[in-house]
């Protein structure tokens, strides 16, 4: 076992872990942050996306002990401290970019460090960028819509596509 | 998975002496050995993480070489190859997804030589020279078929010495389920010589097309690929693609990174 120290959403958190303790399930399991999730088990649907230093990673493919030290947001450390929803997940909302939802903390984790980095990406680009996260309900479109309109690129009458 | 002990060493020497240990095994970006872990196809006793050297990380240009050390992540390499070497940035910045190239490393990639990675192509052709913790390997020597390098045990890639060239191209065909390359070429231009790597066909793994760097040597155009044979190797056969259809592929390919290299 090791002891580690994260700040998870602004918050300290130490932790004994064992070698084998991926990031998903001290999250999941051990700090009660059950909104980043766990869709495949091999690495692919990237419904566990978090930022671990400022970077989108897969938590269920990092050791927490491997990270000591690091800052880690999830999809509860996204919206502002009164409950305010960040501009994606808005646009999310407001562009029917969900269905069933089970993706959508992994979409919204790896398209705000898109944002982040690109604030005004093409929609080639949006779609490039969610290579690694799966979602079996809504074909994209309204998730790639969303993320255009986060980024001021659509015009927010539009309704979203049906 | 199975309980193994997970170290975190400073420095490249405590790594090593960390690996002398039975049943140790080195783990660097883990973006496929924790899958491995997962499905309980491998059972280390101890992972030896290489994130905590400091030395391993980053690239620099030296004369004509671009250094890359072995715990860069692709991430990394496909922003800050861009200027010195566009074609591996380009290659780099196709690998996976963009959460797989934050953590996933080029020594990884190497060290695993799946026979569908993107970077040996580019090792190979370019004749880069891998350099570990106990010597300097040419990229001839290093690959020696599907998943084995010429890695002993314990033995750590430090860095990947590339010589830059004056132009290269990487052209993927993507297995669409996985992102890896179905079959993918990199084609790497010098003053007196092409190199042409092929990855992703051959059962043999990652393998220089001679006869098509023979004839881009005599004439960089692809026309001289399309007069060509297709490589005689081994090629992989499954449900993605027939053999014949991944040589066949891997001759279309060659041609279009000639073309995008252009005259």
Known sequence: MTTVSLTVNGRAVSAE??????????????????????????????????????????????????????????????????????????????????????????????LTALLQETPKPTEAEIRHHLEGNICRCTGYVNIVRAALAASGQLAPDTGAAH | MHA???????????????????????LAGGQTLIPTLKARLAAPSKLVS?????????????????????????????REARAPFPALAALAGNIGDPMVRNRGTIGGSLANNDPSACYP??????????????????????????????????????????????????EKFWQP??????????VARFDAAVGVAVTGASENGVFRWHAAEAALAEAFAPAAIAALDPPDEPMIADLHGSAEYRAHLAQVLTARAVAAIGA
Do not use: N, W
């Not at chain 1, 947001?73 to 029917?96: K, M, N, V, W, Y």
């Not at chain 2, 002990?5 to 080195?26: C, G, H, M, N, Y």
């Not at chain 2, 240009?61 to 890359?68: A, N, P, T």
């Not at chain 2, 390098?149 to 990487?170: D, M, N, S």
């Open chain 2, 50 to 78: 290489l994130r905590g050297i400091a030395a391993l990380r980053g690239l620099a240009q030296q004369g004509g070489e671009l250094v890359i050390g072995a715990m860069t992540t692709h991430a990394t390499v496909a």
């Open chain 2, 121 to 170: 192509a580019a090792v190979l052709a370019t004749g880069a020279t891998v350099v570990t913790s106990a010597r300097e390997l040419a990229a001839d020597e290093f690959f020696q078929g599907m998943f084995t390098t010429a890695l002993e045990e314990g033995e750590i890639i430090r860095q990947v010495r590339f010589p830059i060239p004056v132009g290269a191209h990487y």
């Open chain 2, 4 to 26: 193994f002990d997970l170290v975190v060493p400073a420095s490249l020497e405590e790594a090593v002496a960390q690996l002398a240990e039975e049943e140790a095994q080195p």
């Open chain 2, 177 to 186: 389920a996985s992102r890896f390359a179905l079959t993918g070429v990199f």
């Open chain 1, 17 to 110: 872990v064992e070698g084998r303790t991926l990031l998903v399930d001290l999250l999941r399991d051990r700090l009660g942050l059950t909104g980043t999730h766990v869709g495949c088990d091999t690495s692919q649907c990237g419904a566990c996306t978090v930022h671990v230093d400022g970077m989108a990673v897969k938590s269920c493919t990092m050791f927490v002990a491997e990270i000591d030290g690091a800052t880690v947001t999830t999809i509860e450390g996204i919206a502002g401290p009164d409950g305010a929803l960040s501009p994606l997940q808005q646009a999310f909302r407001e562009q029917h970019g969900l269905q069933c939802g089970y993706c959508t903390p992994g979409m919204i984790m790896a």
